[in-house]
């Protein structure tokens, strides 16, 4: 029983924490998404920022489904 209450507790550690991480190319706020199966920080907008190891990739390199860059080459 105790592995429920530590997943609590270490969802309560990361929502301040995502209360302060931003997008780096817009400035808004990030939620967590799954997208087949893979962590993501999301903008309401869309754009993407993939999650490795929990460590969240927020480099604009990084981001995925920008407005104005579909069908750039990368």
């Known amino acids: 029983m105790s592995a429920p209450q530590e997943s609590a507790e270490v969802s ?4 301040w924490v995502l209360e302060l991480l931003r997008c780096p190319l817009t400035g808004q706020p990030l939620h ?23 460590v969240p990739v927020l480099l ?15």
Do not use: C, M, N, Q
């Not at 907008?45 to 993939?50: A, E, L, M, N, T």
């Open 12 to 15: 309560k550690a990361t929502d």
């Open 60 to 74: 604009a390199d990084a981001a995925l489904d920008v407005p104005g860059t579909a069908g750039e080459a990368s």
């Open 32 to 54: 967590p998404v799954t997208v087949d199966g893979a962590p993501f920080l999301a903008t309401a907008d869309g754009i993407r920022y993939p999650v490795v190891d929990g």
